[in-house]
Each structure stands twice: as structure tokens, then as C-alpha cells.
């Protein structure tokens, strides 16, 4: 993973719960846990989990705040995005990675929560980017771009990937060194974590691959990952055959330019979109806005 001392000098922050969660006072409240800033643009937060909820790794959820006043009625409204829960199905807690947008209407707000602040968290988790919506395959491709990483830090961690496939490849192209820092951990966890060798098989994680770049600030791997699929330069670093309907699968999140793009790639190589009601080779997570 490429570092250097711009990276190095980024200052991470995380703040953990000091006391135990106060009763709710929003509509469907979960209480954050822990918050961890990564760079001056993304931070990741964990919440306490709905006992009812139940989800399939790659899933999202609504979550927010409430609005300010009204002015003239002095009723407040939720302000809800989506997000993709970036824990796995089997925790105890929900995990989530998010951008800091000054002028956001949710995130200028949500960057500012500490452990012990509620959130709001409405429980009818949906999505693209399932198991289920994929044929079985030898390879999965998981592509993502900035926060679009969020549903494959739930997938990786699940068991069900390592059952299903032989090879797991995570790519995972940022503008900065320093917006890869989330993923870098994540592999480094999965890698060493006893937890997940002692339920998923010693050795599991050696089907997974990590292919971080940068598109604007200097590392060992400069390229959109479009460019260097196009190329053939990720297979070569890879040492994997390129990709064929009839062996590799793939998960897209990423900005709009980007699914759109890898979207048309996947289909010019013979792979088909899917869909929970109809699996195929592809999906694309169509509510994802990085």
C-alpha cells in the first residue's frame, strides 16, 4: 500500500463511546458508538444495530438527522441519504464510510457527531450489490471509487465470498494517497483478523487481492482503474487472465461517470447487468453518489 509523508502527516482521529446510550429520542434512533476521521474529507462511524435488523452484506440503509425548524410551523423533518453498511451480516454493530461535504445539507452536519449522538437509521436495508445477484463465477471484481468502498468492506468480511469464489479482487481507485487509508486498513484487518480465519478457514484470505491507485497525487500505482483494465496493465500486476463472462463476476459503486463507464466495459467483454430477480455477471449500485 503506497505511502508518503503528505500521508503521513494526516492527522486520523477516532473517538470512542464513553458511556452507556441514553434512551432514543429521534425516530428510529441508533446511538453512535465510535467515530474515526480519516482524512479533511471522510470519516467512518459505527452505531449500535436494531435488534430486528437483518441484511445481506452489500445492502444499504436510509440514515440521518433531523432538519432545522421550520420557520413558519416549527416542525422538523428527517434529512436522509443513503448509505451502505460497511460491517458484514454477523455484527454486532453497523458500520458506515461517508464523504464531508461542507455545504451538504445531511453530511456538513453528520461529520460533527460524536459517540453518544443518536442518528436516525430507518431498518429496510436494499440493494444491487448481493450474492444473490450474481451467477456463480471462478472470480469476483469488486470496483469502487472513494466512498464506493463502503458495501465491499461488508462482502470481504463475508464468508459467504471466500465459499463462492476462488479469487476476490478489490480495486479501489481515490484522487489522494491518503483516501486509500480506509481500504489499506481493512485489508491489513482481514488479513490478521483470528476472529475471521477461526469463521471463514484459515488461509481464506490468500483467494484476496488488493489493487489501490491514484488518479491525482503521486503512488506506486497511478491510473483509473478504467484505463488500466483497457490497457491490460491490472492483469499483468495481477497475474490474472482478463475478464470473460464465463468465469469472472462484478460489483460496481463508485461516481456516476465511473459505473457508467466500467458499465459499458463490462458489457463491450461480453458480461450481462443483474439483478436480485435475475442474476447475471454484473451489478452496479445504482443509489451510490461519491
Known amino acids: 500500500m503506497p505511502t508518503n509523508n503528505k500521508t503521513e502527516l494526516i492527522p486520523v482521529t477516532e473517538t470512542k463511546a464513553a458511556k452507556a446510550p441514553k434512551a432514543p429520542a429521534l425516530p428510529d434512533a441508533q446511538t453512535v458508538t465510535f467515530v474515526k476521521h480519516w482524512t479533511d474529507r471522510l470519516f ?23 432538519d432545522d425548524p421550520d420557520p ?29 461535504v461542507q455545504d451538504g445539507p445531511l453530511t456538513s452536519r453528520l461529520q460533527h457527531i460524536q459517540p453518544g449522538d443518536e442518528i436516525i ?9 448481493v450474492h444473490d445477484a450474481l451467477l456463480p463465477g471462478h472470480r469476483v471484481w469488486f470496483f469502487a471509487t472513494g466512498t464506493g468502498i463502503a458495501p465491499f468492506a461488508s462482502l470481504l468480511r463475508d464468508p459467504q ?3 463462492d469464489y476462488d479469487e476476490v479482487i478489490l480495486t479501489h481507485t481515490c484522487r489522494e494517497v491518503g483516501e486509500l487509508q480506509y481500504g489499506k486498513e481493512l485489508i491489513e484487518n482481514i488479513r490478521t483478523d483470528e476472529m475471521l480465519a477461526e469463521l471463514m478457514g484459515e488461509g ?12 491525482r497525487e503521486e503512488s506506486p500505482k497511478m491510473g483509473r482503474i478504467t484505463d488500466l483494465l483497457r490497457s491490460g496493465e491490472v492483469y499483468t500486476d495481477l497475474g490474472v487472465e482478463p475478464i470473460k463472462p464465463e468465469t469472472d463476476r ?8 465511473f459505473n457508467l463507464e466500467l458499465k459499458e466495459m463490462l458489457e463491450e467483454m461480453g458480461l450481462e447487468e443483474g439483478a436480485n430477480s435475475d442474476p447475471k455477471q454484473y451489478v452496479v449500485e445504482k443509489a451510490f453518489l461519491d
Not at 44 to 58: E, I, K
Not at 87 to 94: A, K, R, Y
Not at 204 to 215: A, N, S, V
Open 44 to 66: 467512518s462511524f459505527r452505531v449500535t444495530r436494531p435488534a430486528s435488523l437483518r441484511f445481506r452484506s452489500g445492502e444499504f440503509v436510509m440514515i440521518g438527522l433531523m
Open 121 to 129: 437509521l430507518r431498518p429496510k436495508p436494499v440493494g444491487t450489490l
Open 250 to 257: 462484478a460489483m460496481i459503486c463508485g461516481n456516476l461517470a
Open 72 to 100: 413558519n410551523t416549527g416542525k422538523q423533518k428527517p434529512l436522509l441519504r443513503a448509505y451502505s453498511i460497511a460491517s458484514p451480516s454477523w455484527d454486532e454493530e453497523l458500520e458506515f464510510y461517508s464523504i464531508k
Open 204 to 215: 481464506f484470505h490468500e483467494k484476496l487481492k488488493y489493487y489501490p491507485t491514484t488518479t
Open 161 to 163: 465470498t471466500y465459499e
